[in-house]
């Protein structure tokens, strides 16, 4: 039986007062109740087990599980327990192909450092409004490599146009690289047109790998379907884990072995062998050095929510709070810059303002959580603890200060975005 959408308000820990209205999600997530109970638990193994946690911890994250008995869980291995145990049920992706990592950055530069990338093609297509840690990488790794970023601009109204990544891709394409949900828009990209370019680039030889920062744990993904090779993506923000909770997902059976390499990585890591030798378990070699292994403890306390909730079900309730603000959207004083269309809109919504930064801390004295970007734009993300009266409280509150112009002398301690 599914948890009821209702109760999963309470199991996170909301900052403010009883009608205080949080709709950062996608920026960062609320905290799980049972996350200070996770850490307790790492406190515990360390100081119990000394170096011994290693090799052997018990299962605190899925004590009843018959594939996750106690013996196969420790310190070694918790990143490919965690991939197995809650990322793959995420993504819809088989055993064996997902793996914890420490943020979409080293995800992405073991990527480009893989020969096997590097021997299908010498571009990388990417859109202009890919996330920096993507997009920095690429521009930074020609230099390295030779592959040159395949730069597709958007139209006016800032919207990924999926037929010209299409157009872009060709017999030089290594690899294309896509936002399933655009962080300055909220737009989704449909599984069909993704699908398509997935078709696209692997007619040429090229890989195709997904962004998912913004889309795994706001809605049910099916990798296999999308088509896609590699899916990368964090927990930090809808997932409501923390820093240092990202992951990836590798097709089965994809080989790569990036050159940035760790003793983790290795196949005997403790032969302490002169030469490197890949680990057999692809994902294995994404490890790099030792991992972090703290922030793992209560990484997936949100993702469990989550999924005992079920992805359909957090995706319905999300769509039905965006639409309140579309809805009133026409009427009101700001115009959305996110899609309306329900294939093609996430849980982030981004609204076009006058002075967005003060506005975002004049609502903060409200008691409405949101967040501004160039001073044009404030984002809010209803999320699994919001309610239809919160949304109705929010936009009643932002169209009054709109109207009014309260905002525009208030003179915030802090002004511009906090993450
Ligand atoms: C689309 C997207 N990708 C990646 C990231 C984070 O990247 P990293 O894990 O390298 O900090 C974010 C964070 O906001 C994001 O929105």
Sequence with gaps: MSTPIASLRDAFVRPGPDEAVELRAFTHGLMPRRVPTMMQRFAE????????AWNHVPNHWQPA????????????????????????????????????????????????SAPEVIERGNEVVLVDSAFPSVKHSVH?????????????????????DVERVIDRIGADTAMVVLSHVGFTTGQRIPDRELRA???????????????????ACTFPIQVDALGVDVYMGGLLKEGCGSSGNSFVYLREGLELTPRLTGWFGNAEPFAFNDTPQPHP???????????????????????RLLLEAGLDTVHAHTQRLSQIVI??????????????DPDQR??????????????????????????????????????????????????????????????????PET???VT
């Design 415 to 417: 002004s511009g975005p």
């Design 197 to 215: 370019v997935a078709d696209a680039a692997h007619a040429q030889g090229a890989l195709f790998v997904i962004d998912g920062y913004h889309s």
């Design 45 to 52: 193994d360390w100081s119990g087990r000394g170096v011994d």
């Design 346 to 411: 996430s849980t982030l919504l981004v609204l076009e303002v006058p002075e967005a930064h003060k506005l975002c801390e004049y609502l903060k004295t409200q008691h409405i959580y949101t967040d501004s970007r160039k001073n044009r734009f404030l984002r809010m993300a209803p999320f699994v603890w919001n309610t239809k009266a919160d949304m109705h409280r929010a936009l009643d509150v932002l169209t009054e200060t709109l109207e009014t112009g309260a905002h525009r002398d208030f003179a």
């Design 140 to 160: 930074r790794w020609q230099a390295l490599n030779g592959l040159t970023p395949a730069v597709v601009d958007r139209p006016a109204h800032g919207h990924v």
């Design 327 to 340: 809805d009133r959207a026409d009427e009101a004083p700001f115009s959305m810059r996110s899609p309306r």
């Design 65 to 112: 599980a018959t594939n996750g008995s106690e013996e196969n869980v420790g310190w070694w291995t918790l990143p490919m327990f965690l991939g197995d145990a809650f990322i793959a049920p995420l993504l819809g992706a088989p055993h064996g192909t997902c793996i914890m990592q420490p943020h979409v950055h080293w995800t992405m530069q073991c990527l480009l």
């Design 281 to 303: 378990d692809v994902r294995r070699r994404f490890l790099g050095g030792t991992t972090a292994v703290a922030s793992l403890y209560h990484a997936v306390e949100g993702v």
